[in-house]
């Protein structure tokens, strides 16, 4: 089992840049793909950004890419978003992820951070 808490969301003006942490704690982190994920008002919960177990391969979702930024750091136990050039549409609840690499589902959530991106 891994537990993942979230911090670094916040009230940020269109075009400004905010930086989210999940920190894991249980099972070895570094086993783990992580993610973000993010669910605006009204909306579904939608994928943000992966990362491989060594931090090598990201994946985005085409609304986020060359904005966003997914690293971690296996000796802080830590994995981040760095999100630049923030959009109101970006405005919702960030989740981060976890999940074995050898599994498609997600097993581990964190509890949420709200972003909010005025205009």
């Known amino acids: 089992q891994v537990q993942l808490v979230e911090s670094g969301g916040g009230l940020v003006q269109a075009g400004g840049s905010l930086r989210l942490s999940c920190a894991a704690s249980?099972?070895?982190?570094?086993?783990?793909?992580m993610g973000w994920f993010r669910q605006g008002p009204g909306k579904e919960r939608e994928f943000v950004a992966s990362?491989?177990?060594?931090?090598?391969?990201?994946g985005y979702a085409d609304s986020v890419k060359g904005r966003f930024t997914i690293s971690r750091d296996n000796a802080k136990n830590t994995v981040y978003l760095q999100m630049n050039s923030l959009k109101p549409e970006d405005t919702a609840v960030y989740y981060c992820?976890?999940?074995?690499?050898?599994?498609?589902?997600?097993?581990?959530w964190g509890q949420g951070t709200q972003v909010t991106v005025s205009s």
């Open positions: 992820a976890a999940r074995d690499v050898y599994d498609s589902k997600w097993d581990y």
């Open positions: 249980g099972r070895t982190f570094s086993s783990y793909v």
């Open positions: 990362i491989s177990r060594s931090g090598g391969n990201t």
